[in-house]
């Protein structure tokens, strides 16, 4: 039987391109990964992605994919809008108020990957098992 079972899980969100869609996004990513040790992060890693994709684009609405496996969490948010320019790191000022962002989630992951394509743009942040395996009460990683 084991070619029927996968220990690989998948879910994906769809969220309309407004701002109160992302606090549903980032409440949708912690229920999903209720019991791993690394919710906290991949929420926020959701919620900076997700408020890119409103705040930095025309695009009508994003997607959130949450990959789970032993190896880690990979999360993915994909706009179809257009910008001047695609996410990409920035070095702010002390007194900014914006720009730190995508350098916070780069420090929260051990992957980040930042694709332009036709359509938008996909931003893939990847939470690797030894980060993620701050091991939970029961003993089982992420």
């Known amino acids: 039987m084991d070619e029927y079972t996968s220990r690989v899980r998948v ?3 769809l969220c309309p391109g ?10 949708w990513t912690r229920d999903i990964l209720t019991d791993c040790p690394c919710a906290d992060d991949a929420a926020l890693i959701v919620t ?3 408020a890119n994709a409103v705040t930095h684009t ?3 609405d994003f997607r959130v994919t949450i990959h789970r496996t032993h190896q880690g969490v990979t999360l993915t948010v994909t706009d179809r809008g257009d910008s001047a320019s695609g996410p990409h790191l920035t070095q702010s000022a002390p007194d900014d108020t914006h720009g730190r962002g ?6 929260l992951t051990t992957e980040l990957a930042v694709a332009r394509h036709a359509h938008g743009h996909t931003v893939t942040a990847h939470l690797a098992e030894r980060q993620a395996q701050r091991v939970n009460d029961k003993g089982a990683a992420c």
Do not use: C, K
């Not at 407004?18 to 409440?27: G, L, Q």
């Not at 995508?102 to 420090?107: K, Q, S």
């Open 18 to 27: 407004i701002p109160e869609e992302v606090a549903r996004a980032r409440r």
């Open 102 to 107: 995508l350098a916070i989630v780069a420090m």
């Open 48 to 50: 900076e992605l997700g």
């Open 11 to 13: 879910w994906e969100l």
């Open 58 to 60: 025309t695009s009508p």
